[in-house]
């Protein structure tokens, strides 16, 4: 199993749609996960911090489920400037390192 | 707030050139990454530092790659000789590491746009 696996899509959605990726990772001792935002050409950024069971933040919400160690990511009334990849990233628990693997990510369009 | 730096922003060169990629991370950050992204195998970590020491360069691909961090707010990668499969998007991260938090927010740089020719 990879360490972290993502559906590439992309996805395509109308506007004001709801869609959700799913995440799963293999190590079952993580403890802390992120979803990044990248835009095309650009660098990625922190969209989400997900510590415990999960994170809402606005038309966002992370949820984490550890029994079946996934991670997802619910966007709700979608626009079209949440086109974009969205990355999930889950540290990489290696002798006192603070490495984080990210996913290859999931493409987003949403259209009119 | 300034945020990473990084130069140039793009660079092309030819095959067998020696390419040296800059970055300055946010101050006050202990820890910097240097990642190199493509769309065949996506992001991935090249070395890492934690206090200006190199704690992991498992990721870099051969020995052409070097990096270094003299101090706190500078770092180098270098790729010397260059290859045409070298070329991609090299992004730099910080963060800052606290015990409580060990894996906390990486900020990326704009990265840097790499075409070896």
């Known amino acids: 199993r990879k360490e972290v696996e993502q559906d590439p899509g992309p996805f395509n959605v109308p506007e004001g749609a709801t869609v959700a990726f799913n995440c799963t990772y293999s190590?079952?001792?993580?403890?802390?996960f992120f979803w990044y935002r990248q835009d095309c050409r650009k660098e990625p950024k922190l969209l989400m911090s997900?510590?415990?069971s999960g994170n809402e933040d606005g038309r966002f919400t992370a949820q984490l489920n550890r029994a079946s160690q996934y991670i997802s990511l619910l966007i709700r009334d979608s626009k079209l400037s949440d086109s974009a990849t969205y990355l999930c990233?889950?540290?990489?628990?290696?002798?006192?390192?603070?490495?984080?693997?990210f996913g290859t990510g999931t493409q987003l369009k949403v259209e009119l | 707030d300034a945020g990473v730096i990084q130069s140039p922003r793009h660079e092309v060169t030819e095959m067998g050139q020696e390419v040296t990629l800059r970055c300055k991370p946010i101050?006050?950050?202990?820890?910097l990454f240097w990642y190199r992204q493509t769309m065949m195998r996506g992001l991935e970590l090249l070395i890492y530092?934690?206090?200006?020491?190199?704690?992991?360069d498992s990721g870099m691909p051969e020995d052409r790659f070097s990096a270094k961090m003299p101090n706190a707010s500078f770092s180098t990668l270098k790729i010397q000789p260059s290859e045409p499969r070298d070329s991609a998007v090299y992004f730099c991260?910080?963060?800052?590491?606290?015990?409580?938090?060990?894996?906390?927010?990486?900020?990326f740089g704009p990265g840097t746009r790499l075409t070896v020719l």
């Open positions: 991260a910080s963060s800052l590491r606290t015990s409580s938090r060990p894996y906390n927010e990486q900020f």
């Open positions: 190590n079952s001792a993580s403890q802390s």
């Open positions: 997900v510590y415990s």
């Open positions: 990233v889950v540290p990489r628990l290696t002798g006192g390192g603070n490495k984080l693997t």
């Open positions: 101050s006050g950050h202990n820890s």
């Open positions: 530092f934690n206090n200006n020491v190199p704690i992991d």
